[in-house]
């Protein structure tokens, strides 16, 4: 399991960066995030230098693109989230799901 680390991004600066250690506290994902989430269901929402929110893996690869808005957790396999047209529900592959699919 993963835990989300927050960072000065420089000794003189305010700003924090987000990144992941393992349970002996060994940096697995250098924090490089301006935000990021507890891994949930092998994911992690983080959120790009660019402001836009994605997903990654416990490797640090971004498994789904950044382009949503905030973020979110996944559970049973879907997720909530925001976007340019609204909050909604995307699946593990980054999908939006109509409502009766999560239902």
């Known amino acids: 399991m993963l835990y989300p680390i927050s960072v000065f991004e420089r000794d003189d600066s305010p700003e924090l960066l987000v990144g992941y250690i ?3 506290g060994t940096v697995a994902i250098p924090p490089v995030f301006q935000a990021g989430e507890h891994f949930s269901e ?3 929402a983080v959120v790009a230098s660019e402001g836009l929110s994605g997903f990654i893996d416990f490797c640090g690869r971004v498994v789904i ?3 949503f ?3 979110g957790m996944f559970r049973e396999g879907v997720c909530p989230i925001g976007s340019e047209n609204g909050v909604g529900y ?3 592959s980054g999908r939006w799901l109509d409502r009766k699919s999560v239902v």
């Open 90 to 92: 995307i699946n593990q």
């Open 42 to 44: 092998g994911r992690a």
């Open 22 to 24: 393992d349970v002996r």
């Open 65 to 67: 693109p950044y382009s």
């Open 69 to 71: 808005q905030g973020v």
